[in-house]
């Protein structure tokens, strides 16, 4: 079975950085996309950003682009999200899912396998 694991989140001031990390085990090919999803209380779950382990391929959402970089170490199977410039809107529980079916994936209807989350929050 597939298993995600996140670590990283804590607190941090406006304007710092966090790196959150994603181990990720038990794929049966490469054909996989590893996610990044937020939630913030009161809202809906959302997409932050996604990396295809096949081709590399990265997606960010606008409310990113610029501040947040995901990459991926195969050696080690994690998959990092470095988050710099945060805000306090950046605050949420960000969960780590993958998705085995679509190639590139922004949707969280599309994930199947999903970490148990950890919290961010950014406050002064």
């Known amino acids: 079975d597939v298993q995600l694991v996140e670590s990283g989140g804590g607190w941090v001031q406006p304007g710092g950085s966090l790196r959150l990390s994603c181990a990720a085990s038990g794929f049966t090919s490469d054909a996989y996309t590893i996610g990044w999803f937020r939630q913030a209380p009161g809202k809906e779950r959302e997409g932050v950003s996604c990396i295809s382990h096949s081709d590399g391929n990265t997606f960010y959402a606008d409310s990113v682009k610029g501040r947040f970089t995901i990459s991926s170490d195969n050696a080690r199977n994690t998959v990092y999200l470095q988050m710099n410039s945060l805000k306090p809107e950046d605050s949420a529980v960000y969960y780590c899912?993958?998705?085995?079916?679509?190639?590139?994936?922004?949707?969280?209807?599309?994930?199947?396998?999903w970490g148990q989350g950890t919290q961010v929050t950014v406050s002064s």
């Open positions: 899912a993958a998705e085995t079916v679509f190639g590139m994936a922004t949707m969280a209807i599309q994930y199947d396998y």
